[in-house]
């Protein structure tokens, strides 16, 4: 035994008695320098194809490859490392064994690795590239010789950047040896190499051979970006099967953006409020949401379903498309529970792009696909599926990771009441957390009115949270005029479309009809049987009064009180907002003015 371990010891030592490096790299930028710097240290050079020549050509002494593996290279140069020789040498562990065994087959154990690739990238934005072509510029052997270092950084050092050769050089000068800190630093640049060329072959040859119209369970290609002109452009999921399928129509590059947002919003809706949840999104922000609460006879009529008998899914969607009509206007839909024929009449009369739910009965699907002459796109959302913790997003070529915000606003985030008033009833929570969730979902800066079971004002994407709060309040007011008595006895002309009526309901509840040009007034009033009388400020004024019990969320804290006057001047009753603003007393010390409710979370909730 003990003979035994001295025969294992020698032979490890055998294995380690020259510290070899391989390099085989296509980019030779500074290959000379740090050739001739590994040489001076001693170390023992063993190079292939191009590498090895430019190095002997220089007079720097180095092995050819084939000079380890004892095999000459083959089929034109596609197979030069691919040897036990060389990845035993890499792969190799720093113990007695592994080293032993390197030993008994005459290998040396390789200690450095300078590889890069083939310019794969480069090579396929050349014009009339061919596929061969392409195929040639794959490179293989330069991929398993980085992740098999990468693999082995605990004891073998990898460079696949010339930048990183001084930095190397100047260690082994001053340690005789690359510290582990940085064996781990060039390990993940290796990895995240090969990655990215791997990434880069299959997009190129997923193009070449599946086409435009082609998708995979992990990819489906979209006709352009977010404009004609950036193409191509593609879905995909890395690790696992899309859980988005198709059931009619193409999805493009901003339906898919507002078709995932939406899904998230009516499934939090949902999962939080237990009913059947609706979004119109516009934009990758919702011009609507609700859930399905039963609608009055006025409400039929402002939301333009009074036709039609609704279920609670068909009522969830109503009340989101209804609320502001105008920014709903060619939405993309989304609905927390299999689409039913009732929502599908709805969908089917609407201008609008397309719609995601988990599912659709079979009458539903039927009427969607003569939409839009068969074109109407409605996608399938696997409701079982819960995104990565972990989130990355690109901006100008670079990368940016956060975790999800995967938070659940739920009911224990109205616990905290800061003002005088703390009488919060079960209309006016359900009112906030669908406020504040369809805030979660909303481009910030954001502020959301909610009433009935439904967002009736959403203020989006301003720098200024005054300006959020009053445009949301503006769009809520806007809703609430639209039930005035005068505005449900608008008398239309036969056959005057659904767009043409809102946008003429718009112009009279706003009163930019009594302000707009002759020609667009002549325009304006071809639609109605009989032209009504524009409000009188009075009479604008005393409606809107009447509006009350609303709620109100922000997605930050209110800096400033001119926030809770204008929530106040909407009917606002009760807020929902994270604090921590230098003026949350003020904010909270003005709301008790007006006899209000704020119900602080501590969660903000910005979305970008």
């Not at 950036?230 to 009619?248: D, V």
């Not at 005054?466 to 039930?483: P, Q, S, V």
């Not at 929530?567 to 003005?590: E, M």
Request: proline share 4%; glycine share 6%.
């Amino acid at each position: 035994m003990k003979r035994a371990a001295e025969d294992v010891s020698a032979a490890a030592k055998k294995a380690r008695s020259a510290r070899i490096a391989l390099l085989s790299v296509f980019d030779k930028t500074g290959l000379e320098a740090v050739a001739k710097d590994l040489a001076g240290l001693g170390l023992t050079l063993a190079a292939s194809g191009g590498t090895a020549k430019k190095l002997q050509a220089a007079a720097i002494p180095c092995k050819d490859v084939s000079d380890i593996t004892n095999a000459p290279e083959m089929l034109g140069g596609r197979v030069k490392t691919l040897h036990p020789a060389v990845h035993g040498g890499i792969l190799a562990r720093d113990t007695q064994e592994d080293m032993a065994q390197l030993a008994e087959r005459g290998y040396g154990a390789i200690d450095f690795v300078f590889c890069n690739l083939y310019p794969f990238v480069d090579a396929t934005k050349k014009e009339n590239i061919t596929v061969p072509q392409a195929v040639e510029e794959v490179d293989i052997g330069g991929v398993t010789l980085l992740r098999a270092a990468a693999k082995n950084h605990a004891r073998v050092t990898v460079v696949c950047d010339p930048k990183d050769y001084p930095q190397v050089v100047s260690e082994l000068k001053q340690h005789g040896e690359v510290t582990l800190e940085t064996r781990k630093k060039l390990a993940v640049k290796a990895f995240e190499h090969t990655a990215q060329y791997d990434a880069a072959i299959s997009q190129w040859f997923r193009a070449q051979y599946l086409g435009a119209s082609h998708a995979t369970p992990h990819q489906m290609p979209l006709r352009y970006g977010c404009n004609p002109h950036q193409k191509p452009a593609q879905f995909w999921s890395e690790n696992r099967p899309l859980p988005i399928s198709i059931a009619s129509g193409s999805p493009g590059y901003i339906n898919l953006l507002d078709a995932l947002n939406s899904w998230a919003l009516v499934k939090e809706l949902k999962e939080v409020l237990h009913l059947p949840a609706a979004a119109s999104f516009k934009h990758v922000s919702p011009a609507g949401a609700a859930v399905g609460v039963p609608l009055t006879n006025d409400e039929k009529i402002v939301c333009q379903v009074s036709d039609l008998e609704l279920t609670p899914l068909a009522s969830a969607y109503a009340r989101a498309r209804g609320a502001d009509r105008m920014s709903s206007f060619g939405d993309w839909v989304a609905l927390s529970d299999e689409c039913d024929e009732a929502t599908a009449r709805i969908l089917s009369r609407e201008v609008s792009d397309g719609v995601i739910a988990p599912g659709y009965s079979e009458k539903a699907l039927e009427i969607l696909k003569k939409k839009k002459g068969g074109k109407y796109t409605c996608l399938i959302m696997d409701p079982a599926f819960v995104p990565d913790e972990m989130e990355l997003r690109s901006v100008y070529g670079l990368t940016l990771q956060q975790p999800r915000n995967s938070v659940l606003i739920t009911a224990d985030r109205l616990k905290d009441v800061v003002t005088k008033n703390k009488a919060v009833g079960v209309e006016a929570e359900r009112d906030m957390l669908l406020a504040a969730i369809a805030a979660k979902y909303t481009q910030s800066n954001s502020v959301v009115y909610a009433a009935n079971g439904m967002c009736v004002g959403i203020g989006a994407g301003q720098q200024s949270r005054i300006h959020c709060t009053r445009l949301a309040g503006e769009k809520a007011d806007n809703y609430w005029m639209r039930f005035h008595p005068k505005s449900l006895a608008l008398q239309f002309k036969k056959g005057t479309k659904r767009a043409d009526k809102s946008n003429a309901i718009d112009l009279f509840v706003t009163g930019a009809a009594a302000e707009c040009t002759e020609e667009e007034r002549k325009d304006w009033e071809a639609s109605f049987e009989t032209v009504p009388t524009f409000f009188t400020a009075a009479e604008r004024k005393e409606w809107l009064a009447k509006a009350s019990s609303r709620s109100i969320a922000s997605d930050a804290f209110f800096p400033f009180s001119d926030n809770i006057h204008r929530a106040h001047a909407s009917g606002v009753k009760y807020i929902i907002a994270p604090g921590g603003s230098n003026n949350d007393q003020v904010c909270i010390d003005t709301a008790d003015k007006y006899d209000m409710v704020i119900c602080r979370t501590n969660l903000r909730l910005f979305h970008h």
